[in-house]
């Protein structure tokens, strides 16, 4: 055998070796999730079956480092799906990311959207049954929505009870000495400073975790004339607990599931059958600024309403920078462009597995209850609301925060408040400000060699969680 000969097997060897060990890297950080259910807070007047949340578990079961996410406003655990297979790639096998989906996700009616997943209906059955119905009453079967008398126990769903969700989730997840972030986007930041800043009876939430991780969200950076009084928080309790008062927040009058229905149904279609002729297109339900001006595909057609360049201001929660609505086609396609595809973006909201990446029912009380938070300073507010952040000086870890359009800039002041409140040293602390470029939606959804969040979070956790 020559040298060269020797020397040429050597290097094949050698890029089998190294392929097979990215592969496996690879297969490793994006495994199929696992779902867990934990029992949760026992809220007063909550039935059992309701006491309850549930974690996406995703990456190397053994890794010792974990980061839970507490998804938005209207959102669920699977919202982060795309982002954590981008990050996972990225942490050599190190960390795991558990997504909390939150107990009102579990008021959802799923079964329809499972059997089209499934393949045993069709989009049009699937958009019937969750929304045809309003407009033709002889639809059968139906989706029977959720009534606010037989709910009215979630107005109690407020941060006191998010946040002792959450201390389920994070006790799970420091079981075995294993290393622990709690991050969380748009009103999840929100409840990440609450937790971190809770006093669980003298002890604060910090003490349970090695750093904190704000999306364009954060319990602080408001005025103090932007803070309630008490008075103003009793009052905002008192209407919330008249009986013809929805516990839930109502985007689409007077249905208070019809935002999340609409976005599910429509990407789950954009998954499953992108270069359809939109099923829905034509349904007068389907407000008109919604719709492409040409016949579209289902793809399209999504991709349509949740572009930050063609989607209503009223969506600013849902969109992200994606691309445009093809020159030319009957249906008229999607182009890919900007940070992220149509795909990705259809993903964060998808049916999967039983859920979806947003929250039909999501309560009033928590995102009234947030408004307290004061990056953990105590203020007459939160003693009428009940929310114990009030440990806003003993929260020192490292601190990462980025801010998208919808922070613009107070993510960033926030989190360096908290750092400062906290005596935390300048070199633990990160903030990336990219409110001018990023939609609310692109740190989930942006392709991962795109997607400064992951680019810049990547080595703030390789070099602060050892």
Known sequence: MTTVTRTVIAFVVAAATAAMLLVAGVSTATAAPRTMTLDGFKAPGTPAEYNKVKVVKQGPAKAKK??????????????????????????????????????ENLLEDHSYLEKYVRGEITNKQAFDYYLGWILDPSINPRFTP??????????????EVAVQDVKRVVNRANKGG???????H???????????????????????????????????????????????????????????????????QPFPWAAGVFNATGSTAAILEPNEPSAVQSSPIVPAFLKPPVPATNLAQYAYAVDANTGPE????????????????????WVDGGLGTATRAARVFAEKDGMDGTSWYHPTRL????????????????????VKSTKGY??????????????????????????????????WVRTVNRSKTYAHIDPLSALPEKNDFIKTLVPFLKKQIK
């Open 186 to 252: 748009s009103l999840g930041g929100s409840i990440t400073t609450a937790y971190a800043t809770w006093d669980f009876n003298g002890r604060a939430g910090a003490k349970d975790l090695d750093g904190l991780v704000f999306i364009d969200g954060a319990g602080g950076g408001r005025d103090a004339s932007e803070l309630p009084t008490a008075e103003a928080a009793q009052a905002t309790l008192d209407a919330q607990a008249d009986p013809s008062v929805s516990p839930f927040l109502t985007l689409i």
């Open 367 to 386: 995102s009234t209850d947030a408004a307290t938070i004061n990056n953990g300073v105590s203020n007459p507010a939160q003693a009428v609301d009940g």
């Open 66 to 103: 974990i980061m839970v996410l507490i998804p938005g406003t209207s959102a669920g655990a699977t919202n982060f799906g795309p982002l954590a297979n981008g990050l996972l790639a990225r942490l050599g096998g190190k960390w795991q990311i558990w997504s909390i989906e939150r107990r």
């Open 394 to 427: 003993s929260v020192k870890l490292p601190m990462y925060s980025f801010d998208a359009e919808l922070g613009n800039g107070r993510v960033a002041e926030a989190t360096r408040a908290l750092a400062k409140q906290s005596k935390v040293p300048a070199r």
């Open 314 to 333: 009223s969506l600013r929660l849902v969109q992200s920078h994606i691309g445009q609505l093809a020159e030319s086609g009957d249906p008229r396609g």
């Open 146 to 159: 959720k009534t606010t008398e037989e709910t009215s126990f979630a107005k109690q769903w407020g941060m």
């Open 178 to 184: 294993r290393k622990v972030v709690l991050g969380g």
